[in-house]
Protein backbone atom coordinates (compact mmCIF):
# COMPACT_ATOMS: atom_id res chain seq x y z
CA UNK A 1 0.00 0.00 0.00
CA UNK A 2 2.69 2.68 0.91
CA UNK A 3 4.84 1.49 -2.47
CA UNK A 4 1.70 1.96 -4.23
CA UNK A 5 0.79 5.46 -2.73
CA UNK A 6 4.59 6.22 -3.61
CA UNK A 7 4.37 5.95 -6.68
CA UNK A 8 1.27 7.55 -6.90
CA UNK A 9 2.90 10.78 -4.89
CA UNK A 10 5.69 10.40 -7.47
CA UNK A 11 3.43 10.29 -11.14
CA UNK A 12 1.76 13.10 -9.63
CA UNK A 13 5.42 14.94 -9.07
CA UNK A 14 6.42 13.58 -12.62
CA UNK A 15 3.13 15.48 -13.82
CA UNK A 16 3.34 18.60 -11.74
CA UNK A 17 7.47 19.20 -12.84
CA UNK A 18 7.34 20.49 -15.71
CA UNK A 19 4.15 23.08 -15.08
CA UNK A 20 6.34 24.14 -12.13
CA UNK A 21 9.04 24.66 -14.77
CA UNK A 22 6.84 26.46 -16.99
CA UNK A 23 5.30 28.88 -14.16
CA UNK A 24 9.10 29.66 -13.05
CA UNK A 25 9.89 31.04 -16.55
CA UNK A 26 6.82 32.95 -16.75
CA UNK A 27 7.61 34.21 -13.42
CA UNK A 28 11.28 35.05 -14.48
CA UNK A 29 9.68 36.96 -17.61
CA UNK A 30 6.99 39.00 -15.02
CA UNK A 31 10.00 40.28 -12.91
CA UNK A 32 12.06 40.86 -15.83
CA UNK A 33 9.25 43.18 -17.79
CA UNK A 34 8.58 44.70 -14.38
CA UNK A 35 12.51 45.39 -13.73
CA UNK A 36 11.65 46.81 -17.68
CA UNK A 37 8.80 48.73 -16.80
CA UNK A 38 9.75 49.95 -13.19
CA UNK A 39 13.48 51.52 -15.04
CA UNK A 40 11.11 53.24 -17.94
CA UNK A 41 8.89 54.79 -14.69
CA UNK A 42 12.37 55.89 -12.97
CA UNK A 43 13.34 57.57 -16.58
CA UNK A 44 9.99 59.10 -17.37
CA UNK A 45 10.26 60.08 -13.77
CA UNK A 46 13.45 61.79 -14.02
CA UNK A 47 12.50 63.50 -17.25
CA UNK A 48 9.28 64.96 -15.46
CA UNK A 49 12.16 66.31 -12.97
CA UNK A 50 14.17 67.66 -15.59
CA UNK A 51 11.06 69.30 -17.26
CA UNK A 52 10.11 71.26 -14.26
CA UNK A 53 13.62 71.69 -13.57
CA UNK A 54 13.75 74.02 -16.86
CA UNK A 55 10.68 75.45 -16.28
CA UNK A 56 11.47 76.46 -13.17
CA UNK A 57 15.05 77.91 -14.54
CA UNK A 58 13.14 79.73 -17.94
CA UNK A 59 10.95 81.05 -14.75
CA UNK A 60 13.36 82.78 -13.12
CA UNK A 61 15.40 83.98 -16.37
CA UNK A 62 11.87 85.39 -17.52
CA UNK A 63 11.62 87.36 -14.43
CA UNK A 64 14.90 88.24 -14.43
CA UNK A 65 14.47 89.52 -17.89
CA UNK A 66 11.55 91.62 -16.83
CA UNK A 67 13.26 92.87 -13.81
CA UNK A 68 15.76 94.08 -16.65
CA UNK A 69 13.40 95.44 -19.09
CA UNK A 70 12.31 97.74 -16.57
CA UNK A 71 14.83 98.70 -15.25
CA UNK A 72 15.85 99.75 -19.02
CA UNK A 73 12.54 101.29 -19.50
CA UNK A 74 12.97 103.29 -16.72
CA UNK A 75 16.23 105.22 -18.06
CA UNK A 76 14.42 105.07 -21.22
CA UNK A 77 12.09 107.05 -19.57
CA UNK A 78 14.40 109.06 -17.82
CA UNK A 79 16.48 110.01 -20.95
CA UNK A 80 13.41 110.89 -22.10
CA UNK A 81 12.42 113.02 -19.75
CA UNK A 82 15.91 114.51 -19.60
CA UNK A 83 15.64 115.27 -23.71
CA UNK A 84 12.10 117.10 -23.79
CA UNK A 85 13.58 119.39 -21.01
CA UNK A 86 16.41 119.96 -22.77
CA UNK A 87 14.58 120.94 -25.93
CA UNK A 88 11.78 122.78 -24.20
CA UNK A 89 15.01 124.56 -22.85
CA UNK A 90 17.14 124.82 -26.31
CA UNK A 91 15.95 126.66 -28.93
CA UNK A 92 14.91 125.18 -32.60
CA UNK A 93 15.92 126.41 -35.73
CA UNK A 94 14.01 125.91 -39.18
CA UNK A 95 15.90 126.79 -42.21
CA UNK A 96 13.63 126.37 -45.51
CA UNK A 97 14.07 127.62 -49.14
CA UNK A 98 11.85 128.18 -51.93
CA UNK A 99 10.62 127.51 -54.60
CA UNK A 100 11.54 123.76 -54.58
CA UNK A 101 12.87 123.04 -56.84
CA UNK A 102 14.64 126.16 -57.86
CA UNK A 103 13.94 126.49 -61.46
CA UNK A 104 16.87 127.79 -63.79
CA UNK A 105 15.42 130.64 -65.52
CA UNK A 106 15.44 131.37 -69.30
CA UNK A 107 18.31 134.45 -69.20
CA UNK A 108 20.45 131.57 -67.02
CA UNK A 109 19.85 132.94 -63.88
CA UNK A 110 18.64 131.60 -60.56
CA UNK A 111 16.81 132.76 -57.84
CA UNK A 112 15.39 131.63 -54.66
CA UNK A 113 14.49 132.99 -51.32
CA UNK A 114 16.22 131.83 -47.92
CA UNK A 115 14.00 131.89 -44.37
CA UNK A 116 15.49 131.34 -41.37
CA UNK A 117 12.98 130.84 -37.96
CA UNK A 118 13.04 130.15 -34.43
CA UNK A 119 10.66 128.07 -33.14
CA UNK A 120 10.79 127.76 -29.34
CA UNK A 121 11.39 130.60 -28.30
CA UNK A 122 15.13 131.02 -27.27
CA UNK A 123 16.88 133.43 -29.44
CA UNK A 124 20.32 132.28 -31.31
CA UNK A 125 23.63 133.56 -31.70
CA UNK A 126 24.96 132.79 -35.43
CA UNK A 127 28.58 131.63 -35.61
CA UNK A 128 28.84 130.69 -38.98
CA UNK A 129 26.45 130.56 -42.20
CA UNK A 130 27.04 129.22 -45.37
CA UNK A 131 25.69 127.94 -48.47
CA UNK A 132 26.48 124.28 -49.28
CA UNK A 133 26.38 123.69 -53.91
CA UNK A 134 26.05 120.06 -54.84
CA UNK A 135 27.84 119.53 -57.97
CA UNK A 136 27.24 115.79 -58.08
CA UNK A 137 26.87 113.79 -55.39
CA UNK A 138 30.44 113.10 -54.37
CA UNK A 139 31.78 116.83 -54.65
CA UNK A 140 30.47 119.77 -52.90
CA UNK A 141 31.82 123.39 -52.63
CA UNK A 142 30.54 124.99 -49.06
CA UNK A 143 30.56 129.05 -49.29
CA UNK A 144 30.60 131.17 -46.29
CA UNK A 145 28.06 134.06 -46.02
CA UNK A 146 29.63 136.73 -43.62
CA UNK A 147 26.38 138.60 -43.37
CA UNK A 148 25.13 136.50 -40.68
CA UNK A 149 28.12 136.21 -39.07
CA UNK A 150 27.78 137.01 -35.39
CA UNK A 151 24.21 137.68 -35.94
CA UNK A 152 21.33 137.55 -33.42
CA UNK A 153 18.44 135.38 -34.53
CA UNK A 154 16.10 136.59 -31.47
CA UNK A 155 13.78 133.92 -29.87
CA UNK A 156 10.47 133.57 -32.79
CA UNK A 157 12.45 135.59 -34.80
CA UNK A 158 12.42 135.31 -38.67
CA UNK A 159 15.17 136.20 -41.20
CA UNK A 160 14.23 136.26 -44.74
CA UNK A 161 16.22 137.49 -47.86
CA UNK A 162 16.51 136.34 -51.63
CA UNK A 163 19.62 135.11 -53.54
CA UNK A 164 20.03 134.45 -57.00
CA UNK A 165 23.43 134.40 -59.59
CA UNK A 166 24.23 133.15 -63.35
CA UNK A 167 24.27 129.29 -63.24
CA UNK A 168 26.64 127.66 -65.99
CA UNK A 169 24.80 124.38 -65.45
CA UNK A 170 27.11 122.56 -63.00
CA UNK A 171 25.11 122.82 -59.80
CA UNK A 172 23.02 120.13 -58.70
CA UNK A 173 21.40 120.93 -55.56
CA UNK A 174 21.75 123.51 -52.97
CA UNK A 175 21.30 123.71 -48.93
CA UNK A 176 22.43 126.06 -46.12
CA UNK A 177 23.96 125.21 -42.81
CA UNK A 178 23.65 127.63 -39.56
CA UNK A 179 25.86 127.20 -36.37
CA UNK A 180 25.63 128.89 -33.34
CA UNK A 181 24.43 128.71 -29.69
CA UNK A 182 21.40 129.57 -27.91
CA UNK A 183 20.64 132.09 -25.39
CA UNK A 184 20.59 128.82 -22.50
CA UNK A 185 24.30 127.86 -24.10
CA UNK A 186 23.52 125.55 -26.04
CA UNK A 187 24.92 125.05 -29.16
CA UNK A 188 22.57 124.59 -32.38
CA UNK A 189 23.18 123.56 -35.65
CA UNK A 190 20.61 123.27 -38.65
CA UNK A 191 20.68 121.89 -41.80
CA UNK A 192 18.12 122.35 -44.36
CA UNK A 193 16.60 120.15 -47.05
CA UNK A 194 18.77 119.75 -50.12
CA UNK A 195 16.86 121.25 -52.99
CA UNK A 196 17.47 120.72 -56.34
CA UNK A 197 18.29 122.95 -59.28
CA UNK A 198 15.79 122.32 -62.16
CA UNK A 199 16.98 122.91 -65.72
Request: hydrophobic residues 35%; charged residues 30%.
Amino acid sequence: MKIKLINIVLILFLMLLPGCFVLESRLTECQKLTSEQQIQVDEKEQQKNDLETQVKDSEAEKVLLEDILEAKNVQINEKTAELKKLESESAKIQISISPDPIILLEDGVIKWKVIIKEKNGIGVKVKSWACIYYYNFSCSRRVYDLKLENSYLPALGEHEWGMGFDDKGSIKYLAYILEGEDDNGNPKKAISDKIPVKR
